[in-house]
Nanobody, 122 residues
Framework: QVQLVESGGGVVQTGGSLRLSCAFS????????IAWFRQAPGKEREFVSG????????FYADSVKGRFTTSRDNAKDTVYLEMNSLKFEDTAIYYC???????????????WGQGTQVTVSS
């Protein structure tokens, strides 16, 4: 069974940075496509970013493109989400997800972490 554990959330001021981590366990990490989703209060869950099995290709929502960077370390079974130039509207619970197949904004990934809260204060 795949387990995903996010860390690194917190409170940051507008314009600041945070780095989220997602520790993967239970299966072969390199066999899984990893994506980050987020959900703000009163809003639908949305796709944030994705990274393919080797880390060679990354994908971003338009709202975070140029500000967020996702990467993975297949030796450490960990995925990262580097968030820069944070805006108030980035406030949400961020979820790490995993699927053996490709994940896009319409996919409902099979495995989800518990989420980590990111709060951007103005």
């Amino acid at each position: 069974q795949v387990q995903l554990v996010e860390s690194g959330g917190g409170v940051v001021q507008t314009g600041g940075s945070l780095r989220l981590s997602c520790a993967f366990s239970g299966r072969t990490f390199s066999s899984y496509f990893i994506a980050w989703f987020r959900q703000a209060p009163g809003k639908e869950r949305e796709f944030v970013s994705g990274i393919d099995w080797s880390g060679g290709s990354t994908f971003y929502a338009d709202s975070v493109k140029g500000r967020f960077t996702t990467s993975r370390d297949n030796a450490k079974d960990t995925v990262y989400l580097e968030m820069n130039s944070l805006k108030f509207e980035d406030t949400a619970i961020y979820y790490c997800t995993a699927n053996m197949n490709f994940i896009n904004k319409r996919t409902v990934p099979r495995y989800w972490g518990q989420g980590t809260q990111v709060t951007v204060s103005s």
